[in-house]
């Protein structure tokens, strides 16, 4: 079946305005996760949905940085005002909740100019 | 918090060569561990687990054991081949949030012909 997908693969953008990134998970799964991956860095989460729970945010690292999920399925990262720090790889990934293998994405490659 | 701490690369080993790639990890409970793997050009994608003391997971010729006494987990393989190069993350699962995920650094592995 499908893996996960996220959208689009690439974006430049100019250093303070918005951005939107999109994740479709597999289907069926009820938690949905974002990570942020910086060169030659490690893999840095952001958020994670769980079925109808309040999210865990724990990992956003400014107020610049949201998140929404909706209808238990897509969902859409937003970053306002982007800085050049926030140029990165923007990964999403999804599972069942409790199995612990989590799917991921391609990645979302953002660049900050 | 919880963390994971791996081998730094990048590792440059002849095809055939034995490899290891440390890993050891800082958790309260009792998290499951795993090893992904991006390819080049690839998403992240599993490529062992282990969820309990002196478990061993295995795949692809890879293995790792899950030592509580030395809080590690270890990657080895007994002969790699140039398809084996990648960047493997270690990660653990969080106990406190059963889905959650906390990776390490990765480590970038180059085989040579």
């Known amino acids: 079946g499908a893996g996960v997908s996220q959208s689009p693969s690439n974006k430049v953008t100019e250093k303070g305005k918005d951005v939107e990134l999109r994740c479709d998970p597999i289907?069926?799964?009820?938690?949905l996760y974002w990570y942020r991956q910086s060169l030659g860095q490690g893999l840095e989460f952001l958020i994670y949905f769980q079925g109808n729970s309040a999210p865990d945010k724990s990992g956003l690292p400014s107020d610049r940085f949201s998140a929404e999920r909706t209808g238990g399925s897509v969902s859409t990262l937003t970053i306002q005002r982007t800085q050049q720090e926030d140029s990165a790889v923007y990964l999403c990934?999804?599972?069942?909740?409790?199995?612990?293998?989590?799917?991921f994405g391609p990645g979302t490659r953002l660049t900050v100019l | 918090g919880n963390s994971v701490t791996q081998m730094e690369g990048p590792v440059t080993l002849s095809e055939e060569a034995f490899l290891t790639i440390n890993c050891t990890y800082t958790a309260t409970g009792y998290p499951s561990l795993f090893w992904y793997v991006q390819y080049p050009g690839e998403g992240l994608q599993l490529l062992l687990k282990a969820t309990k003391a002196d478990d061993k997971g295995s795949n692809k010729g890879f293995e790792a054991t899950y030592r509580k006494e030395t809080t590690s987990f270890h990657l080895e393989k007994g002969s790699v081949q140039v398809s084996d190069s990648a960047v493997y993350f270690c990660?653990?699962?969080?106990?406190?949030?059963?889905?959650?995920?906390?990776f390490g650094s990765g480590t970038r592995l180059s085989i040579r012909p």
């Open positions: 990660a653990l699962s969080d106990s406190s949030s059963a889905s959650k995920i906390i």
């Open positions: 990934a999804s599972n069942t909740a409790g199995t612990g293998e989590q799917f």
């Open positions: 289907s069926g799964h009820t938690a």
